[in-house]
């Protein structure tokens, strides 16, 4: 996915990924699918996704 990612933002398209990660809680409280961002923070895929903009995700 990362590297779809890539190639989009190399051809200035824009893409949106939707990210997989383990869950237990799935409403935001324990952190465990949590994904990693840009601007440093970090979103729950449970409950802020899990459909990312490409360009947001610090892959
Ligand atoms: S599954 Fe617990 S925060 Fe997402």
């Known amino acids: ?10 051809a200035g398209v824009a893409c949106r990924v939707s990210m997989e990660r383990m869950m237990c809680c799935g409403f935001g409280a324990c952190g465990t ?13 449970c409950k802020d996704g899990p459909v990312f903009d490409a360009e947001e995700v610090a892959w």
């Open 33 to 45: 699918c949590n994904v990693a961002m840009t601007d440093g923070t970090y979103k729950s895929c």
């Open 1 to 10: 996915m990362a590297g779809v990612a890539r190639l989009c933002r190399e």
